[in-house]
């Protein structure tokens, strides 16, 4: 791996953030008893001024962290911003988790309290810039109050005051008092980022130690005196419900406790897991199966591609596409993307303890307070009896902005006496996942010599946020599915977006990783490449000559071939594939290199990505996901497909459901570029570029236009004469 950096002249974009008011923080207010805690802060010598930032008298700042910690590196990320504008040390920032408040804690791009599409960083950059500003300045003019000198002779430095002219010096901590009683300032200005001295730098990540040591307490390593285990079954067939149980066998099992039927699932409680398991594997259930019992694979395609038929409802319209795509020849093609499963190294667990007046859930979740309110539906209790313990997520991927799973173990706990966690096999957690939708694009342009002069593009799939956040479907129009389509960066003149909504027979679905763009992306940049050879022109010119407007766009695909070594000669079988995006704004160009034996098996040479995520407030977070990104996105490419017979997810553990091995790995090169404008999200962009890229390196390689992920070895083997 390289990291470099390369200058770039782009102005600084305004985010979305919240206004300044009382206390160390902005706009926001204190939740229901802080005030009460406040004062008894205060009186412990804490200065807690709002609901976010309390600070003692030793100078330790506690960050109370709106976003949840999943790998992606947001706490340190979100500690360093505001010990950026502090000017504290980063190691004496500690974090702890946001209760559930909507009021309090909604992530301002999201408009909910949540985790996901990349909004950490690009969400509270502005605002927590501004309340580490805002604080060290109220400490400044405490500390020249008490010196009895101008505030401007004062300067500060690794959490504290000091007084330039005659040397003295007070701590953040001992200035807590005097501080408090100020009026905050208004329009404190923001550091000039020349004098950053911790965004921008490669820093240790501030949870590293505990997780190599094992100290780290994922949802899963919940442990309690008299807690017991369980794990359960679901139907199969999705929509099924329990119909008849034979449980001898299971209650003779050392250990097991307790059944627990529910209308749509059986739970095993026992001493230990070990316990559970061997209970629910000795049950004999029979299911109703209900009306999903013969759905397959063969009929979701058919239904989703004849509903791509018909035109859909239009999202974006530049020109007259239709009058021009019918004056001439039209070039058309088709991608389609297959549901994939979420697979997250941590499976599926809830740890619950439900009494008839109080319910607390021990669970690693990226939309908390979505949970306390389906744990208290659960329940049968208000929302105020309910506690949410937040715990660090050993991987999300959007999984756990679904909250399926703690409605099932608030149900079983109603039934159990005293705590119990419950953990999801490996094969129920792939086989009841909240799958990424299938896709199905249609895709027609019209030619001008080498320019691009029509554009239509109809994406045909289910609508995740009209089940998941219904205000935002308006107009019949899922912005998440038309991502990446929408805002497509190339010139072309005459220009049309359209979706088409298709739900699929019983199967659920939901967010993963990069979800509309990572379906978009990949049918765009196929069919830019097809686009390319069909006027015969280089696929990087191609695009280029189309980014005018898109000078971000321009610089990465410059960056990107001139590292990867585009146009230089390969080998027979080996090619270079291509694929640019401007997503969660973030401006990424990949380049993958790849190799086709004759029996189609691929094997991945080099990847090289350009990256404009303007400021990258942890460059080497940054490179990480980048990375971690990538692996994910080409695993799906070379193998994610989850299919359904009789009603039945045919998957269900990494024997059938394969990721990328550490043997086939790539090197990976990222070129970070050195940007002005504010943080664009990350984490999940990074999973989005690799399928096109390797699918275009398979065309060049051998010829063969893929239109379908994952890529099916039999199209590219080398047919025998």
């Not at 985010?15 to 008011?21: K, N």
């Not at 610089?555 to 590292?563: M, P, T």
């Amino acid at each position: 791996m390289t990291l470099t950096a390369e200058l770039s002249n782009i102005s600084r974009r305004r985010l979305l953030g919240a206004a300044l008011t009382t206390g160390f923080v902005f706009a926001f207010r204190l939740p229901v008893g802080a005030a009460e805690t406040a004062q008894k802060d205060a009186a412990d010598g804490t200065f807690a001024p709002n609901a976010f930032i309390r600070i003692d008298g030793t100078g330790k700042v506690t960050l109370v962290m709106p976003q949840v910690e999943m790998g992606q590196g947001i706490y340190t990320g979100v500690a360093t911003i505001l010990a950026e504008e502090l000017d504290t040390d980063l190691t004496n920032v500690v974090l702890e988790h946001a209760p559930p408040d909507e009021n309090l804690y909604t992530n301002p791009l999201l408009g909910i309290q949540a985790t996901g599409g990349s909004t950490s960083v690009r969400a509270f950059w502005t605002p927590l810039r501004k309340a580490g500003a805002t604080a060290r300045a109220m400490f400044v003019k405490a500390a020249a109050n008490q010196w009895q000198v101008a505030p401007e002779t004062c300067g500060v430095s690794e959490g504290k005051v000091f007084h330039k002219e005659s040397g003295r010096s007070l701590r953040y901590g001992e200035l807590v008092d005097p501080a408090s009683k100020l009026s905050q300032p208004s329009d404190v200005p923001l550091k000039d980022p020349k004098d950053f001295v911790l965004i921008g730098r490669p820093l240790k990540r501030l949870d590293t130690p505990n997780k190599v040591n094992g100290k780290v307490i994922y949802g899963i390593d919940t442990m309690m005196p008299g807690l017991k285990f369980a794990t359960l079954a679901q139907c199969p067939v999705f929509g099924g419900k329990v119909a008849n149980i034979e449980d001898q066998a299971a209650t003779k099992i050392p250990g097991v406790r307790q059944i627990v039927a529910l209308d749509d699932l059986v739970a095993v409680i026992g001493d230990h897991m070990w316990a559970a398991k061997c209970g629910l594997e000795a049950l004999k259930i029979a299911w109703d199966e209900g009306k999903n019992a013969n759905v397959s694979s063969k009929d979701i395609w058919e239904h989703l591609r004849a509903a791509s038929a018909s035109s859909g409802v239009v999202a974006k319209s530049v020109g007259d596409v239709g009058k021009v795509l019918n004056f001439g020849e039209s070039y058309d093609a088709f991608y389609e993307m297959p549901f994939l499963a979420h697979a997250t190294m941590e499976p599926l667990n809830c740890t619950v303890q439900v009494t008839p007046n109080s319910c607390d859930v021990w669970v690693g979740t990226q939309i908390i307070a979505r949970a306390r309110s389906v744990a208290a539906k659960a329940a049968g209790l208000s929302e105020d009896k309910v506690t949410i313990h937040q715990h660090l997520l050993g991987g999300g991927f959007g999984r756990r902005l679904e909250v399926d799973m703690i409605d099932a173990a608030v149900r079983i706990g109603r039934k159990v006496d005293g705590p119990v966690k419950i953990v999801w096999t490996r094969e129920e957690d792939i086989r009841h996942d909240i799958y990424r939708p299938v896709y199905r694009d249609n895709v027609s342009a019209r030619l001008s010599g080498d320019k691009v002069i029509a554009f239509r593009y109809r994406v045909a799939g289910s609508s995740v946020l009209a089940r998941w956040l219904p205000p935002s479907f308006t107009k019949g129009i899922d912005i998440d599915a038309v991502d990446s389509a929408v805002d497509t960066p190339y010139d072309i003149p005459n220009f049309q977006v359209e979706y088409v909504r298709v739900e699929p027979p019983a199967v659920p679905t939901g967010f993963w990783r990069g979800v509309g763009p990572n379906n978009n992306v990949f049918a765009i940049e196929s069919f830019m490449d097809e686009l390319a050879r069909k006027v015969n022109k280089d696929p990087i010119a191609f695009r280029r000559d189309m980014l005018g407007k898109a000078p971000r766009l321009q610089h990465v695909l410059d960056l990107v071939a001139e590292r990867s070594n585009w146009g230089q000669p390969l080998p027979p079988r080996v090619g270079r594939g291509v694929s640019v995006q401007p997503t969660f704004n973030t401006s990424i160009a990949t380049v993958v290199e790849a190799e086709v034996d004759t029996s189609g098996d691929v094997y991945i040479r080099q990847v090289t990505l350009a990256v404009d995520c303007g400021v990258a407030v942890n460059p080497d977070t940054v490179v990480a996901q980048v990375e971690g990104g990538m692996i994910f996105g080409l695993t799906a490419a070379l193998y994610g497909e989850i299919t359904l017979d009789k009603g039945r997810v045919q998957q269900s553990n990494f024997h059938d459901y394969r990721m990328l091995r550490i043997d086939q790995m790539p090197k990976i090169n990222v070129h970070l570029v050195k940007s002005g404008q504010a943080p664009g999200g990350i984490g999940e962009a990074a999973a989005v570029g690799g399928p096109p890229a390797l699918r275009n390196a398979i065309y060049a390689a051998t010829g063969v236009a893929l239109r379908r992920l994952p890529i099916d070895r039999r199209l590219i083997a080398e047919k025998k004469s």
